[in-house]
Structure formats: structure tokens, C-alpha cells
């Protein structure tokens, strides 16, 4: 079946310091991928999302580029905040004939430190 | 607006307690999602409903209990629980029930404790 791996955290981070959380996926034919961010006690948000190949999602600094040859979306941002400390999911979607199934990974936990 | 909207926030219930969980979404999306959350780990999905009919069900226990009453409202009706049900509980939308690639919005969740 489809699957989602994300690196394993907790990833700790300075502020300003780049990122990048890398995430590759197995799917059959051409799913949708996401990430998505929950902030502690919260639900999830969608962060940003691609539907087609080489596509590029970006949301609020985070860019991820859609890379079919190499099953890769990884999640990326030039300069983080405290503000960005948050569990990640990278997530796909399996179409089935009646509704769509999000399958995620793991979940990658960000810290950054003032 | 893309808001989905979950009540309570937070419910504890005891065994032998028959309660409800509420989702509402008013974004003219036809496909509604339960997923079921533990600690530390991913979004496990439960139920889906698709033009309000009931289109998966992931071999969830029959203590839970789905119901879609139209197109903007979900809920769940809990009964019987045993303390490993306690997780939080998420309801999600999107626009279309068949397909794929459409992105799903989710509610803030219900924190559920059972004692």
C-alpha cells in the first residue's frame, strides 16, 4: 500500500537557522502530497501542498518542491522562528472511488530556541 | 471561511457514559473524515462520508458510532469506551467525495479522556 517516511526527531533548531525535513514517499500512480503543521493542543493545518510533479507548495516561508523521480517532498525554510515549533506531517492522498484517505507519516517534531 | 468547527474541546466520560461528539463545516465540501489521534502519533482515520452516506468505515469498533444528519454536520456517538479510547478525536472535510487530490481541512479536535 501507499506509505509516507519522515525523518525522526526531534529536530532542534537555533533561531534563523535553516530547515529541512525530509520526506519520500511510495504510492501507486500520482498521489497529491501535503504537509501539514499541528501546534501543541491544537488540530492540523494544512502548511502547503503540490498535486503534480515538480510542482513547488509554499506557505509562510515553507516551500516543498513535488519530485516524482526521486519520491521525495521534503520541507524547507530559509530562516525559522520560536513561533514554528510544531509537530510536521507529511501526508498523501489515496484517491478511493468514495473519498480521499490522508496517509501520513510519523510526524517530525521542530524545537527552536531563541 | 475554512473553518471547521468541533464541540467540546474537551470531554471526560466515564465506561458506562453515553456521549456525542459534534462537527460542523460551512464550506460547501461534500466529504466528511473522523480520525482518531494518540499521543505522539500520527492521525489514524476511522470513518468517511461521502455525499452523507457512509463510504469507509476502517474496521473501527462498533462502540463507535457515526452519523452524518446533512451535508455540513458530522458527529460521533461514543458508548461503552474503555480507557485506550482516550485520544484526540478529529473531524475533517473536503470538497469532493470522489477522487483524489484534494486537500482536507481539520477541526481543532476534542480531547476525550475515558475513566
Known amino acids: 500500500g501507499n506509505s509516507v517516511t519522515q525523518m525522526e526527531g526531534p529536530v532542534t533548531l537555533s533561531e534563523e537557522a535553516f530547515l529541512t525535513i525530509n520526506c519520500t514517499y511510495t504510492?501507486?500512480?500520482?498521489?497529491?502530497l501535503f504537509w501539514y503543521v499541528q501546534y501543541p493542543g491544537e488540530g492540523l493545518q494544512l502548511l502547503l501542498k503540490a498535486t503534480k510533479a515538480d510542482d513547488k507548495g509554499s506557505n509562510k516561508g515553507f516551500e516543498a518542491t513535488y519530485r516524482k523521480e526521486t519520491t521525495s517532498f521534503h520541507l524547507e525554510k530559509g530562516s525559522v522562528q520560536v513561533s514554528d515549533s510544531a509537530v510536521y506531517f507529511c501526508?498523501?492522498?489515496?484517491?478511493?472511488?468514495?473519498?480521499?484517505?490522508?496517509?501520513f507519516g510519523a510526524g517530525t517534531i521542530l524545537r527552536v530556541k531563541s | 471561511d475554512t473553518e471547521v468547527t468541533q464541540t467540546p474541546k474537551h470531554l471526560v466520560m466515564g465506561m458506562t457514559n453515553k456521549k456525542s461528539l459534534k462537527c460542523e463545516q460551512h464550506?460547501?465540501?461534500?466529504?466528511m473524515y473522523w480520525y482518531k489521534q494518540k499521543a505522539k502519533k500520527p492521525p489514524e482515520l476511522m470513518f468517511v462520508?461521502?455525499?452523507?452516506?457512509?463510504?469507509i468505515n476502517e474496521s473501527v469498533p462498533s462502540r463507535f458510532s457515526p452519523e452524518c444528519p446533512n451535508s455540513s454536520l458530522l458527529n460521533l456517538h461514543l458508548h461503552a469506551l474503555q480507557p485506550e479510547d482516550s485520544a484526540l478525536y478529529l473531524c475533517?472535510?473536503?470538497?469532493?467525495?470522489?477522487?483524489?487530490?484534494?486537500?482536507?481541512?481539520f477541526g481543532q479536535g476534542t480531547r476525550l479522556t475515558v475513566v
Open positions: 464550506m460547501g465540501h461534500r466529504a
Open positions: 475533517a472535510s473536503s470538497q469532493d467525495g470522489a477522487g483524489g487530490g484534494t486537500e482536507a481541512f
Open positions: 501526508a498523501l492522498s489515496d484517491a478511493m472511488e468514495y473519498g480521499n484517505k490522508l496517509v
Open positions: 504510492a501507486t500512480g500520482y498521489p497529491s
Open positions: 462520508y461521502s455525499y452523507e452516506k457512509l463510504s
